[in-house]
């Protein structure tokens, strides 16, 4: 089983920064892919970033240029930072990893999420 979880939600002004962190605890063979999602009230789970185990990252148009995405695999740990912060940002971020890890069947490719972080920025 793999566990995340996320910190550094909080509230913020508009153009303001927060850095969400991610850390992985548990057991597996290997980290593929490992992304931040972020779902608003009334709104799908929308992709923001991800970031794959050879560092190709992907962001969604809304962010780019204003957030970065990281992983530090010392630490099994991934971060967003997010800079120039609208209120259209407001919502809650996921953290999830797809992991290869070895179950009572063999081995298998799972996804896990973590329990989110919530953002919130004032205009």
């Known amino acids: 089983q793999v566990q995340l979880v996320e910190s550094g939600g909080g509230l913020v002004q508009a153009g303001g920064s927060l850095r969400l962190s991610c850390a992985a605890s548990g057991s597996w063979i290997s980290i593929n892919a490992m992304g931040w999602y972020r779902q608003a009230p009334g709104k799908l789970r929308e992709l923001v970033a991800r970031?794959?185990?050879?560092?190709?990252?992907d962001y969604a148009d809304s962010v780019k240029g204003r957030f970065t995405i990281s992983r530090d695999n010392a630490k099994n740990s991934v971060y967003l930072q997010m800079n120039s912060l609208k209120p259209e940002d407001t919502a809650r971020y996921y953290c999830s990893g797809r992991y290869l890890i070895r179950g009572p069947t063999g081995r298998g490719e799972y996804d896990y999420w973590g329990q989110g972080t919530q953002v919130t920025v004032s205009s």
């Open positions: 970031i794959t185990s050879g560092g190709f990252t």
